[in-house]
């Protein structure tokens, strides 16, 4: 791995950051504490005094965008000003029933690394303010105009119009962090198609909204679940073939109302405009519409076909792109503020190179291969969601396995820097990189199908995510542990293994589920004999004991699986499905 230290300058380096959104606003700050040599202008076209909330409607953050708010010196600031966020809470299968009777899926205790409930309003007219205190030069009101490139290592030109009169600042790099206006991406003809269209609609309501007011306190087993009382602090996710719904709290005593589609089962006018939005919740979530109804709305918007990809967010003529300047996925599993924390390391690591006078070229080639494979990672658990969806089982496998790979590769790429390995290094990790999106992409492919052959309703269960003591809460645990290059090569080989035990038992359930028949049927769909994932023969035994002796004798990992996905359910024929496995499923 590279020195963290940069090298001497040999080049006199200045920074334009175009946009003074989310993303740009944490880059200023990261350039602040981690080159503090740089200087550094951010321009963003809206001036303070900026409303709490504003036009923005919630950002909820997981463990990767977590850290990184805390890396940039936000620690204190998020448990004073925004809320503490109790992991992400799900209500698969639709929303016919009361919620008391659904499935839900959750945390049964406070996550050891927190996340965070922002609201953006607040948290970004406060940003500003520190940037000043930063040294940060702050051109409030001003709007980009045009950027013109310099060729070889002339200065860049950025013109932009402020109080009716047009101004130049001429930086070595310049950083487009414009949003979706996406100065640079789309005048360069960038933007890359996801294969994921979906769309969403959401609003503010005024007032905290506590989902247990939907379920009366006669329903005592609900109300006495693990973190019953913080699930409003959750991102709650109310969740139907198809579509999805987000509960959000924000720290101003407003609540975040989202509503997603998926335009394979839904037509995009569900959600255009707040009527249409709230009639599709009147229609497949009447339960929490109705629980809604005596809440006043502050604004809405709306936007279609959200996803979108990049061919290039870093290039060797010293420009780079950020948060949905770049790209944007999805907001389910709350990606947003992941992106802009991998964005702008990535930014400050080719910034780092020119700073040393290294080849910038072969940096920006690398960046730009590992953030494709990141986007394509994050899109491979969304694009064929809507069975699952609607189908609790499957929704709650897809979140033990989601979690798993997520905190175990994800997370520690970013917690260790890895975007600053040669290529030598990348390489090397590249390979467990390139295995665990494989295995997300065929996980989401056995679900997908599981869900189509087998429909399901929910059922009054509650699923814990994660139990303690697992491989789950080591995984999330360890993202915050630093380790060198050497240790962080271990610890991927020691998780790969382990996810091709969980895929395994994940698959010996489903079939003996389904039975020899349709289970048969499953695994030829799915290419089961490509996977290279081994099923050892004698926990497949293991399946015809029962009681305390199976449970004793069961594999850690697979103890971890059962206690978070529930019993198995067995088919009459449980026992020949299982020898598919065996036999490699001939077909």
Same mark, same amino acid.
């Given at each position: %791995? ?29 350039? #602040? #504490? ?32 977590? =850290? ?51 609201? #953006? ?6 940003? *500003? ?95 006495? *679940? ?168 499957? %929704? ?19 917690? =260790? ?24 992409? *065929? ?39 630093? %380790? ?9 080989? %020691? ?33 089961? *004999? ?28 697979? #103890? ?28």
């Amino acid at each position: %791995m590279n020195d963290p230290q940069a090298a001497a300058p040999t080049v006199p380096l200045d920074v334009v950051i175009c946009g003074g959104g989310l993303a740009g606003l944490l880059l200023a700050r990261q350039l #602040r #504490r981690e080159l503090p040599q740089v200087p550094v202008t951010l321009i963003e076209k809206t001036t303070r005094p900026l409303p709490d909330g504003c036009h923005k409607v919630g950002e909820s953050t997981v463990e990767l965008g977590s =850290q990184y708010l805390d890396r940039v010196g936000l620690y204190d600031y998020m448990r004073q000003r925004q809320l503490l966020k109790w992991g992400i809470r799900f209500y698969p299968g639709g929303g016919d029933l009361p919620l008391h009777e659904r499935t839900e899926l959750g945390p049964i205790a406070e996550p050891p690394l927190k996340g965070y409930q922002l609201d #953006r309003g607040r948290l970004e007219s406060d940003l *500003r303010a520190m940037l000043e205190d930063d040294g940060v030069t702050l051109i409030e009101g001003g709007k980009v105009t045009d950027i013109e490139f310099g060729k070889d290592s002339a200065r860049h030109t950025v013109r932009y119009e402020r109080d009716g009169k047009t101004h130049e600042l001429h930086p070595r790099w310049v950083v487009d962090a414009t949003g979706r206006q996406a100065i640079l991406r789309k005048r360069m003809k960038l933007t890359r198609g996801a294969h994921h269209v979906a769309s969403a609609g959401w609003y503010r309501i005024r007032g905290k909204f506590d989902i247990a007011t939907m379920v009366d306190q006669s329903h005592t087993e609900w109300h006495r *679940r693990p973190c019953a009382e913080q699930r409003w602090l959750s991102t709650n996710h109310f969740m139907g073939t198809g579509y999805w719904v987000w509960v959000i709290p924000l720290a101003t005593g407003m609540t975040s109302i989202g509503l997603v589609i998926h335009e394979d089962t839904h037509d995009c006018r569900h959600i255009a405009g707040l009527e249409a939005t709230q009639a599709f919740l009147r229609e497949h979530e009447p339960h929490l519409a109705k629980a809604l109804e005596p809440f006043p709305v502050e604004d809405f918007l709306c936007l279609r076909n959200y996803a979108y990809t990049n061919g290039r967010g870093w290039s060797s003529e010293r420009w780079a792109m950020v948060g949905e300047a770049n790209a944007f996925t999805d907001p389910l599993f709350s990606p947003g503020t992941d992106l802009i924390a991998l964005a702008n390391c990535f930014t400050i690591e080719a910034l780092r190179t020119d700073l040393a006078g290294g080849d910038v070229a072969a940096k920006v080639m690398m960046l730009n291969a590992q953030f494709r494979s990141m986007l394509n990672g994050s899109l491979a658990i969304y694009r064929t969601g809507s069975l699952i969806y609607g189908h609790p089982s499957a %929704m709650t496998y897809k979140v033990f396995w989601n979690n798993f790979a997520y905190w175990s590769f994800t997370c520690q790429y970013w917690k =260790q820097d890895l975007c600053r390995l040669d290529a030598a290094g990348q390489e090397a990790v590249a390979r467990f990189g390139m295995r665990f999106l494989d295995l997300m992409r *065929r996980v989401e492919h056995l679900l997908t199908t599981w869900a189509k052959m087998a429909p399901e309703r929910p059922t009054a269960v509650f699923r814990g995510a994660p139990a303690f003591p697992s491989v789950l809460i080591d995984a999330h645990v360890a993202i915050g542990k630093q %380790m060198t290059y050497a240790e962080t090569l271990d610890y991927l080989a %020691m998780r790969l293994p382990q996810g091709h035990e969980i895929i395994a038992e994940m698959v010996m359930r489903i079939v003996q589920e389904l039975g020899p028949e349709r289970g048969k049927q499953l695994l030829d769909e799915v290419e089961w *004999r490509d996977w290279e994932v081994p099923v050892c023969p004698d926990r497949v035994a293991l399946e015809s004991s029962s009681g305390l002796e199976r449970r004793h004798r069961l594999p850690a990992i697979a #103890r971890d699986v059962e206690r978070g996905l529930g019993p198995v359910r067995r088919h009459p024929q449980a026992a020949a499905a299982l020898d598919l496995l065996l036999q490699g499923v001939a077909r």
